[in-house]
């Protein structure tokens, strides 16, 4: 999973970057004056990954990841994303919207978190509205495209209306037909309300909370400073200054819990002597969908899914003994997996 950490000019998008991910990418005016993103990528912690590795200590453990993409910043201060940047923002699967929600001298405005996100969005349909008049201009002069014609212009049609896509409703066939153009307002989206230390712990303020409720967004509110100093430090004493400061789980951890459940994410585990591990898979996927995320080979030669609820695994301490107890299922590759499962998968090539 790859999420872009995007945003207007002052908004401490790399802040975040490096309390997300722990790096010390440089911040500030001019620092990604060479126009190259900062890329960087995290495990996701799973107690459930722990315990497995606990149970069998394997030769590997092997936590699912997340990847992050700090999109450069144009010269000065501007409410316009840089053409560069959108063509960037057009290869992740999520955005995080960083909205800046402190006082900076060194700004021209102060912070105006409706402002910027009114801004942003407008930006996001823009972008789209040229992406998709420059293919519909082309398909309007072939025959046999009729359909995706007729798409493209109802397509057109609402963001010329400031719609973004994420509210359009879409057949699964039509999903895919766009898929290809990586349109930005149909990308799932967080925002990050980025706050000084003393609004930390605080609540999100009432209007940016009706504003992103109003546009089917959820929000995070971090002190991006705060955390990044925090993300430096060893576990221990990371979580004594915690303490301190009244933070009960770290930026890291609820950015993480939120993406997941923005792309409608989940894991499925798989454990043995040679490797523990977490895969990471949508919810709803089958057991044939999961057996391809490991590898094409299991997916084509599909025989059936032996799947046990990691926590009966755990408590009963073996595959054996889940078998005994009834825990251990034989399932075909319509099944639904459940997040948690711990699958071992039988196929033939």
Known sequence: MKVGIAGFPGAGKTTIFNALTGLSA?????????????????RVPD?????????????????????????????????????KVLTQMREVDALAHVVRGFDDPTQATAADP??????????LVIADLQIVEKRLDRVRKEKGMERERDLLARVADALERETELRHLDLLPEEEAALSGFGLLSRKPRLVVLNVDEAALGGAVPDDVLAWTQKADLEVLLISGKVEMELAELEEEERRAFEEDLGVEESARDRFIRASYSLLRLMSFLTAGEDEVRAWTIRRGDSALVAAGKIHSDIQRGFIRAEVMPCEALLELGSEARCREAGKLRLEGKEYVIVDGDVVHFRFNV
């Open 26 to 42: 440089e911040v500030g005016p001019g620092s990604s004056a060479a126009g190259r993103p900062n890329l960087g990528m995290i």
């Open 47 to 83: 107690v459930r990954v722990d315990r497995l590795s606990a149970l069998f200590s394997p030769k590997k453990t092997t936590y699912a990841e997340m990847s992050f993409v700090d999109f450069p910043d144009p010269i000065g201060e501007t409410r316009r994303l840089d053409p």
């Open 114 to 123: 409706i402002r910027d996100l009114e801004s942003f969005a407008t930006e």
